[in-house]
């Protein structure tokens, strides 16, 4: 009974491995099994190639992922247009999407995806001493401008004294949206305080203005409490605003853009990892760079 148990067994596992080529062979002869108890014969039944052919279109083409975590768009968008560029090739992008700015650097030092698209140099600065990492930047992909609003005034040179100006909160923040209010002649701010600026850095401020700090993830500020808003365009356009309404911008030659390019966020010892490689080539591809360029409302810019 036993010898006869391990020849069914045997003759099972010789039937199923038949099956796993692509194009299983025919076999139309009988074979013998030697056992501890003699030698049992196989009878194997021909099977007609028509029988076992799998339509080529019904075959998924499987592909690693390249695991990327994001915190809403345009890095969203950005990473769907580079998995396209990549729907010929052995890898796809999977898109792992974040509630806030931490979570996508700790998936990074978890090794839970292979980079995160969702900071840039003073946040991740910020990051690294916090948290004792050693992320870097790999690569900067694109710059999301910051800009100024109207709220009760419409134009920078009716600004008066003493107006409340609204800005995303944050410390970054209050730096970056002060070296834009001196970069358009309202304020002056102490040399080499960079992103660090704060109220108490400003050396000249001739209108008195007050700067406040809201969430504009809630949505946007009341524009007839402020006198002047000041959020980065995708912010803008997610609560509802034309960013052509626009009435100033960072100098996009400035090297403000250095600081605040977003990039992707590796893990040091990734940097050479060919699956990186693969990615930044999708990303830096023709239809992706000039995707980016005609999307996104015209107002995110490709770092290059």
């Not at 069914?8 to 099994?33: Q, V």
């Amino acid at each position: 009974m036993k010898s006869k148990c391990i020849a069914i067994l045997l003759m099972a596992l010789s039937l199923s491995l038949i099956g796993c080529g692509e194009e299983a062979a025919t076999i139309n002869e009988s074979e013998d099994l030697v056992t501890d108890s003699g030698t049992v014969q196989i009878e194997i039944e021909e099977v007609a190639p028509e029988e076992n052919k799998v339509e080529e279109s019904t075959v998924a083409k499987t592909r690693k992922p390249i695991r990327v975590a994001v915190v809403g768009s345009p890095a969203t968008d950005i990473l769907e247009l580079a998995d396209k560029a990549l729907e010929n090739t052995d890898y796809c992008i999977e898109i792992v999407k974040c509630d806030d700015f931490k979570s996508p650097n700790e998936l990074v030092m978890n090794g839970d995806v292979i980079a995160c698209l969702s900071e840039n140099q003073v946040l991740l600065d910020s990051y690294n001493k916090i948290d004792d990492s050693d992320l870097i930047i790999a690569e900067r992909i694109y710059v999301d401008p910051l800009a100024i609003f109207p709220g009760k005034i419409q134009k920078l040179n009716e600004l008066t004294n003493n107006e409340t100006i609204a800005i995303e909160s944050g410390d970054v923040n209050v730096a970056r949206a002060l070296y834009l209010l001196e970069q358009k002649g309202i304020v002056s701010i102490k040399e080499g305080a960079l992103y660090q600026a704060t109220m108490e850095d400003v050396t000249s401020n001739p209108y008195n203005i007050k700067i406040e700090q809201v969430d504009l993830s809630a949505g946007w500020p009341d524009v007839n409490k402020y006198g002047l808003i000041i959020s980065d365009y995708n912010r803008a356009v997610i609560s509802g605003v034309d960013p052509a309404t626009s009435i100033g911008e960072e100098n996009r030659n400035s090297n403000i853009f250095d600081l605040f390019a977003v990039g992707l966020v590796v893990k040091s010892d990734d940097v050479d990892n060919p699956m990186l490689k693969t990615l930044s080539k999708a990303i830096n591809s023709e239809e992706v760079e000039d995707a980016i360029k005609e999307s996104f409302y015209k107002s995110v810019l490709d770092y290059k």
